[in-house]
């Protein structure tokens, strides 16, 4: 029996009727410059195609991933090796072979033996964790340059034995005498050989993401029609971004022995009337989260290289944008698993002292499109803000003129570990082109977990 939270929101505006009601408001012209504080500034970023997994990917390791959107953002910056203080890594879904991911791939990527390099782990927003770690490296004094990035590869997941196989396996190893290894090897039964593979459910409550965004899409009255409507959104949009060259982020990368990878390969516009062809991938027969519009699993590496701004401009760069205030949080993983970016905006607009209006361009990660539209009815409901977030007033509805303009994970794929650092240069690269000051980036992740951060365009 499927719970459904009761949130009263079955008479908010549908996707039609939301781009309508907002205009784009005059932004402010005040920089977020904390006093005393060292500026911390993206120079650029890369990421290796993002592709479905089993695809042109499938035979590399997490770390050759790695190695190719480090050795890309070496090319891409011409930053010489020497100058980088640290290196941090995001990942997922670990290979056992490279637990230190991060370390492994810039040893292959040349950098210095003498350049240490962590990895660290937070669900979806695992780079948005290593970028901040060397945003907290380089404001402290400790650092001033840092490349950050995440990888994720989706088509080689660790698929261990049994526990009972395990015990049984190490047991042997230990047994010093022929009688006592016939001994163990009589205790053997062939339901041992079951594999375990990586589990795709929450732990706190043995409950898939999908699962969860069916449930949420219904307790907000997401309809089917919304959800695949928004998701062909994306992919029409990330077309229309990857056909004008604009992400202009993604880097060539040779897979050995096979072509070079070009492009992202998930990109594929459909139609509503295919679209609502597809049967509910979660909740049967009548749940609304599909194949169609859901992210996928998807294999690629980012990298980030952030400075301290002095740094930067001594070394003859022009950066691209400023990394300001940015804000984790985290909620209820059984009913609120996917809210992180309605929690997570409304802090780190305050903290920042902003408000909706002065956004110019927002990148949420896409998990779901029930999740992008629940997150939207939340922000946009004083009765949500009220009785979950203990706030006066709601946040305010991200104006889809601003929202996601080149695609999302949806379309242009999401490897768990990397998503984060596509967001932030989404973001850097559109106040470029559009001619914006502020982004905001934010991001739900696996835990009930979030995070937002506020992206200054670098002045021109």
């Not at 242009?412 to 850097?428: I, S």
Request: charged share 20%; net charge positive; proline share 5%.
């Amino acid at each position: 029996m499927t719970t459904i939270l009761a949130y009263p929101f079955k008479n908010l505006p549908t996707t039609s009727k939301w781009a309508l009601r907002f205009a784009v408001q005059t932004k402010t012209k005040k920089t977020l410059a904390k006093p005393n504080i060292r500026n911390v500034v993206v120079v650029d970023g890369v990421r290796t195609p993002f592709l479905l997994s089993g695809t042109s990917y499938k035979d590399l390791m997490p770390h050759d991933l790695a190695r190719a959107a480090l050795t890309g953002l070496l090319h891409r910056t011409s930053v010489p090796k020497e100058v980088v203080d640290y290196i941090i890594f995001g990942t997922v879904i670990q290979e056992v072979k490279t637990s230190n991911v991060a370390r492994e791939a810039a040893l292959g990527a040349g950098f210095s033996d003498k350049t240490p390099a962590h990895t660290v782990t937070m669900a979806c927003i695992s780079a948005n964790q290593a970028m901040t770690t060397g945003v907290g490296l380089i404001a402290s004094g400790q650092c001033d340059v840092i490349v950050a990035g995440g990888v994720e590869l989706m088509s080689d997941v660790p698929i261990r034995h049994s526990r009972k196989m395990r015990k049984l396996m190490l047991d042997l190893n230990k047994a010093k005498s022929m009688g006592q290894r016939l001994s163990l090897i009589s205790k053997f039964r062939l339901n041992f050989l079951a594999p375990e593979l990586p589990a795709v459910a929450e732990f706190s409550t043995s409950e898939t993401m999908g699962h969860s965004a069916d449930r949420l899409a219904a307790a907000f009255a997401v309809s089917r029609l919304e959800q695949d409507e928004y998701a062909l959104r994306s992919h029409s949009l990330a077309k229309k971004a990857q056909d004008e060259g604009l992400l202009s982020d993604v880097v060539p990368f040779r897979v050995p022995g096979k072509d070079t990878v070009t492009k992202d390969n998930g990109i594929r516009p459909s139609s509503l009337e295919q679209m609502a062809k597809l049967k509910p991938a979660f909740i049967k027969p009548y749940g609304t989260v599909t194949a169609a519009n859901s992210s996928f699993l998807t294999d690629g590496a980012s990298a980030i290289l952030i400075m301290a701004e002095e740094k930067a401009l001594a070394m003859g760069y022009k950066p691209k944008a400023y990394l300001r205030d940015f804000m984790y949080v985290s909620q209820d993983p059984k009913d609120q698993l996917l809210l992180g970016p309605t929690y997570a905006t409304p802090k780190v607009l305050e903290k920042a002292g902003l408000t909706m209006n002065d956004i110019d361009a927002f990148e949420f990660h896409e998990a779901f499109s029930g999740q992008i539209l629940a997150n939207f009815k939340a922000m946009d409901s004083d009765w949500f803000a009220e009785n979950y977030m203990g706030r006066k007033t709601k946040v305010g509805l991200p104006p889809l003129e601003k929202f996601n303009n080149w695609g999302g994970s949806l379309s242009l794929g999401h490897p768990f570990g990397a998503t984060g650092c596509r967001l932030v240069m989404a973001a850097a690269n559109r106040l470029r082109k559009e001619g914006g000051q502020y982004g905001l980036v934010a991001a739900c992740a696996a835990g009930g977990q979030g995070h937002a951060m506020i992206v200054e365009a670098y002045p021109k």
